[in-house]
């Protein structure tokens, strides 16, 4: 699944371009008081002396080499970590702005091993999938249903944890479009590792197109295959999980599992794991612990001629 | 002796000979497990930890190994979080802490010329609870169910409700256990410290790693009892349904994390702190001349102790919290690097005004310096919020948090051990094959965590078993793990190294390095009695300094032994000063200890089983404590 | 000329704090003080967090009894002091007598507990108010039982003679945590009885 990166170093947000540059700064003074360190150790290891080295301790040597130790080990750092506590300040003051304000746009609530996300505005839910819209900020409101998890897309922010009993913010403000990827950023279990998303960031009009066909419920395909792939969702149980809003089968809400309304309109199935390919939606359906070992959906033994219809009724869930 | 002070008659054979029998014990296995002598003790603890050490060292070799190329299955998500959370359980509390507190016990009664610790029965019992709590841990991973939620067991991930076998319940049990090895012996080095130095050695006059080791061992007495508070909080959540950490019910997971990190900030600095010391040993003998600025070591030393308290809050800035609150911690957290950075010159300022040998000790030492710097800094940047809420739980931290734990622990250690080897074995080690081995594992170090730096700001997450191919991530680990195996290499070779000169290397001279503190005065290895006179002292470099000043006290009497009634007996001084107070009568060799912990052993690890185990536990715990401590009839005293 | 000192002349167990058990126990009164510390910061944590504390539903223990109950633990003080002065003044007979009467005061305050907490209308498993409370009582009652034994062993070893006069360490150090025990439930009480009423 290609993404646009996920460094920290190709900030595409305000937010995440002022901590590259704190990053930056740091590194830039860290690496000079390192060399200056090295350097003065190597020096005073190597150098060569002539044998009458100084092994006397007259009290006035001894006071002026520890007046230098306590300018160069305390002073100096002192002076330097005020500055670096000085930019942390700042840029963390720049960070929590635009954290005053409204209410949340959008809810994101971290499951065992995926992504919910609910728009508050219009009641589009989806998985694993967030849309922004660019030039705009997005207040994302976290939450966990299970165990902590923490929201990372190193791109557009630093992490924050979803924690049991407490809800965090974080104001998400894409300055271009991309596809970003996000992981989860506090061990959370056994598929810690592949619970990852996709931001993706769209200009406002296409970001409010998605958000409309999202909102809607299911559309009821005529096809006959369709149909029976419908029947097999209800008789397979499906639908203790997996909510599909709408339509003639409407299950009732259910969020164990991803919300499958608009299913195929998804780029990625397990947490952008694998591409949604019919290839791999078969896959998933059979044994999901194939692509993903350990999430919590069971594998689902069906006759081939059913299989074939359930993925083509997802597929019609666009 | 040089540092004995005024002529002392030398001991004759007769109060040798007494002195060997009375500090000896049997030659049988029941004699062995009865020892009680601090060496005897200590040199299992050592042992042991090294044990451990290869242990976890091989669960990182795997983890590497897995990690080398996305999509491997070496490992399945089971195994692997079991792997990574016994390699960081082993580390800090199978290896690092027990490693730091043996070399304490072994070098502490010889730095200050006493013939023993204080409470040797003790130090015996902690070692045997250290064992059980260590192989009952490794029981639950060697049949496959050991605990997998990380050594900072979060919950909720680490409640019934998402951990609902019995690997947390090991791990809450045995390191509860643990944490009374540790407490035992933390206690032992802070009394031993205060009152059985020799005379004359007054708190100015104590050598940097005794010091270094008493502050470890005062923070262990403050750090480890919240985590033994939160270890019993979630074992009664998990075993008896109490509600500490259910949000449902009233409770709060941050709780734990509180609780958690309010010891384990303290704790990484508990693991530095006895390796400082061990720098400024080595770094007095090969600048050959004395340290400069012992004071400003000594504070820097203590105040570190107390920062640490105070800087938890960093290991929790993405939880959420108020960002008053953040902003002061991260102040506090950056201005810890002060005091390390006093100690730093303060080492360099010793080897510019001396002259230094390059021996492997000292190469080592340089080593810690290249590697400690490059950690410190990388530990002030993630003390900084928004830096730390990017990289947070990423492999930015792995790299940060090795380069400061191996950088500020296992280079100090592997100096102490070139340097303190023909002490304890009375041989010296291979120079070349020390040389060799520094380089390669110096060089295997940094192949295999500086890239996990970059790693991290990538977006590489900590504990992920695996990663997708498209992440890009697969050619900086495949480097990483390469160097891995290069770093094994170089342990390998240390290994090697202390196997073949224990067996064929040159015999060692009482003071092979010209070393300046009392352990150097008495043979390689030394006697079992340690000091067959309790030596005075009247300078911070006892075996650097001429006689004693005109005005000091004679003593007389300091072989100490009373060849009628012969005991063990050591020589107490007052706690600042160290004048002659007392002479403390020490007990000699029982299995008392060994059966006290075997009773609190089935108490706190059959707690996990059936209540019943508690209640006989505790009914044998009773029984071996009386048998310890009994006192004997006033009629049977001769 | 030199003053000389023969180190062999020195004693061979001092008392007090000149004593290595002395700084023992003085350490393991450390270890044990953080715990309750820990414990009683988690109390005000737990209640910070809950919107009530204690939560609707639930009603403190009730102050009376505790209160005398306090009242009594603090009074076992007087026995303990009075035990070790006795014996280091040679009077075995007083000193068990002393020691005696401490122990069946502690032993009453743990009935009284014992009592108090067996009859509350809710447990350590009703809400994380019960499960501290619990706890902090819990471990306390811990402690005075392991004094109860101790100090009983101790009775019987000056009894035997294995205590006496010249060898009573093991007394001061009982006397010693035996204070300490007193000593810590004083804030707990505070916490578990006041607090919630005051606040």
Do not use: D, N, T, Y
């Given at each position: 699944m290609n993404d646009d990166g996920h460094s920290m170093l190709a900030p595409a947000s305000d937010a995440a371009s002022s901590i590259a540059t704190l990053w930056w700064l740091m590194l830039g003074i860290a690496g000079a008081v390192f060399v200056l360190v090295i350097g003065l150790y190597g020096y005073a290891a190597l150098r060569r002396r002539g044998d009458a080295a100084s092994d006397d301790d007259d009290p006035a040597s001894m006071r002026r080499a520890q007046r230098l130790v306590l300018l160069g080990g305390g002073v100096v750092p002192a002076v330097i970590l005020v500055g670096m506590t000085a930019l942390t300040i700042v840029t963390l003051d720049r960070l929590l702005t635009?954290?005053?304000?409204?209410?949340?746009d959008v809810e994101v609530i971290g499951h065992q091993f995926w992504w919910e996300i609910r728009y508050l505005g219009s009641g589009a839910v989806t998985a694993n999938e967030l849309h922004l819209p660019v030039g705009r900020p997005t207040r994302v409101r976290l939450r966990t249903a299970d165990v902590i998890h923490s929201f990372w897309v190193p791109r557009l922010h630093g992490k924050m944890d979803m924690t049991p009993g407490r809800t965090t913010e974080l104001v998400l403000h894409p300055r271009e479009a991309g596809t970003y990827r996000g992981f989860?950023?506090?061990?959370?279990?056994?598929?810690h590792s592949l619970m990852g998303l996709l931001v993706i960031a769209q200009p406002p009009d296409r970001f409010a197109e998605w958000q409309q066909a999202q909102a809607r419920p299911a559309e009821v395909s005529t096809d006959a295959r369709v149909a029976i792939g419908a029947d097999v969702f209800a008789r397979a149980d499906c639908g203790l999980c997996h909510a599909v809003r709408g339509g003639a089968r409407s299950t009732p809400p259910a969020d164990v599992g991803p919300d499958l309304t608009h299913v195929a309109s998804r780029r990625t199935l397990g947490s952008a794991t694998v591409p949604n390919t019919v290839q791999h939606l078969r896959q998933w359906i059979i044994d999901p612990h194939r692509l993903?070992?350990?999430?919590?959906m069971p594998a689902t033994r069906l006759p081939d001629e059913e299989l074939d219809a359930l993925v083509a009724y997802l597929e019609s869930l666009r | 002796m040089s540092a004995a002070g005024p002529a002392a008659i030398a001991p004759s054979d007769a109060i040798r000979a007494a002195l060997e029998r009375v500090w000896g014990r049997e030659r049988s296995f029941v004699g062995a497990l009865s020892a009680v002598n601090h060496r005897a003790v200590a040199t299992r603890y050592m042992v042991t930890a090294a044990v451990f050490f290869v242990l976890g060292g091989i669960q990182a070799l795997v983890i590497r190994t897995q990690l080398?190329?996305?999509?491997?299955?070496?490992?399945?998500p089971e195994a692997y979080n079991q792997f990574f959370t016994m390699h960081g359980t082993t580390m800090m509390f199978l290896f690092a802490v027990p490693m730091m507190e043996g070399i304490g016990m072994y070098l502490i009664p010889l730095m200050i010329g006493a013939r023993d610790m204080a409470f040797p029965r003790l130090n015996a019992f902690g070692y045997w609870v250290y064992l059980f709590a260590g192989v009952t841990l490794y029981l639950s991973f060697f049949v496959g169910n050991g605990p997998d939620s990380g050594w900072f067991n979060y919950v909720p991930l680490a409640g019934k409700s998402f951990a609902s076998g019995s690997g947390i319940d090991f791990w809450v049990t045995t390191i509860t256990f643990l944490e009374v090895a540790a407490l035992v012996a933390a206690i032992e080095i802070v009394v031993t410290v205060m009152k059985l130095r020799a005379p004359g050695m007054a708190m100015h006059r104590v050598p940097l790693f005794v010091w270094s080791q008493l502050v470890m061992a005062v923070m262990i007495l403050f750090a480890m009892p919240p985590l033994i508070l939160a270890s019993l909080m979630l074992g009664l959540d998990r075993m008896t349904g109490t509600h500490f950490f259910n949000v449902g019910a009233g409770g709060d997971p941050v709780l734990w994390q509180h609780l958690f990190w309010v010891f384990g900030h303290p704790e990484v600095y508990i693991i530095l702190l006895p390796a400082l010391g061990i720098v400024s040993s080595v770094v007095t003998v090969f600048a050959r001349r004395r340290i400069v600025g012992y004071s400003l070591i000594v504070l820097s030393m203590i105040a570190i102790g107390f920062l640490s308290f105070g800087l938890w809050i960093h290991h929790m800035f993405t939880v959420g919290l108020p960002a008053m609150g953040l902003t002061f911690f991260a102040a506090a957290s950056m201005m810890i690097a002060v005091p390390s950075g006093v100690q730093i010159f303060c080492w360099l300022a010793t080897l510019w005004l001396g002259r230094p040998s390059l021996k492997t000790p000292l190469l080592y030492v340089l080593g810690f310096v290249f590697v400690f710097v490059a950690g410190g800094l990388t530990g002030v940047m993630v003390a900084a919020v928004p830096f730390d809420w990017q990289v947070h739980d990423s492999h930015f931290v792995v790299a940060h948090f090795h380069y400061v734990l191996i950088g500020g622990a296992v280079f100090p250690f592997l100096a102490g051990l070139h340097f303190w080897f023909p002490k304890v074995v009375g041989r010296t080690m291979h120079e070349g094959l020390g040389k060799l081995a520094f380089w390669i594992v110096f060089v295997g170090f940094n192949i295999t965590f500086f890239p996990l730096h970059q790693l991290g700001m990538e977006g590489m997450p900590r504990r992920v078993y695996t990663y997708l191919p498209e992440t890009g991530w697969g050619f900086l680990n495949l480097v990483s793990t390469a160097g891995a195996y290069l770093l094994t290499l170089g342990l390998l070779l240390v290994l090697w190294n202390v196997y073949r000169s224990a067996r064929s290397g040159a015999s060692a001279s009482a003071n092979p390095w010209n070393a300046d503190t009392l352990e150097w005065s008495i043979a390689s290895p030394p006697p079992v009695f340690n000091f067959a006179e309790i030596p005075v002292v009247h300078d911070r470099h006892p075996l650097w300094s001429a006689a004693a000043p005109d005005d000091a006290p004679e003593l007389v009497g300091l072989e100490l032994i009373d060849l009628e009634r012969p005991r063990r007996e050591t020589l107490a001084t007052t706690v600042l000063d160290a004048q002659p107070a007392s002479r403390r009568v020490l007990p000699g060799p029982t299995l008392w200890p060994m059966a006290l912990a075997a009773s609190v052993a089935v108490l706190v690890i059959g707690s996990m089983i059936d209540l019943w185990f508690v209640a006989i536990g505790a009914v044998l715990t009773i029984i071996s404590m009386i048998g310890w401590l009994r006192p004997p009839r006033r009629e049977a005293l001769p | 000329m030199n003053h000389v000192l023969d180190v062999r002349t020195l004693p061979s167990s001092p008392g007090g704090r000149m004593s290595a058990e002395w700084w023992g126990i003085a350490g393991l009164i450390v270890i044990e003080g953080m715990v309750f510390i820990a414990l009683v910061v988690s109390y005000f944590h737990l209640g910070q967090r809950n919107p009530s504390w204690p939560p609707p539903g639930i009603e403190a223990p009730h102050v009376p009894l505790a209160t005398l109950n306090t009242l009594l633990l603090i009074a076992s003080a007087a026995p303990i002091w009075l035990a070790a002065r006795t014996l280091s003044r040679g009077s075995e007979r007083a000193a068990k007598l002393a020691l005696a009467s401490g122990i069946v005061l502690l032993a009453v305050f743990l009935g009284i507990k014992l009592y108090e907490y067996l009859t509350l209308p809710w447990g350590p498993r009703t809400h994380a108010y019960g499960s501290v409370v619990f706890a902090m009582s819990g471990l306390h009652m811990v402690h005075v039982f392991a004094v109860l034994v101790k100090s009983s062993v101790v009775l019987v070893y000056i009894h035997q003679r294995r205590i006496d006069p010249e060898r009573r360490a093991a007394l001061d150090a009982n006397a010693l945590y035996w204070y300490f025990v007193i000593a810590v439930w004083l804030p707990l009480y505070g916490a578990i009885y006041w607090a919630p009423r005051l606040f």
């Open positions: 635009e954290h005053h304000g409204s209410e949340a989860c950023g506090e061990f959370c279990g056994l598929q993903k070992p350990g999430v919590r | 080398a190329q996305p999509g491997l299955e070496v490992l399945g | -």
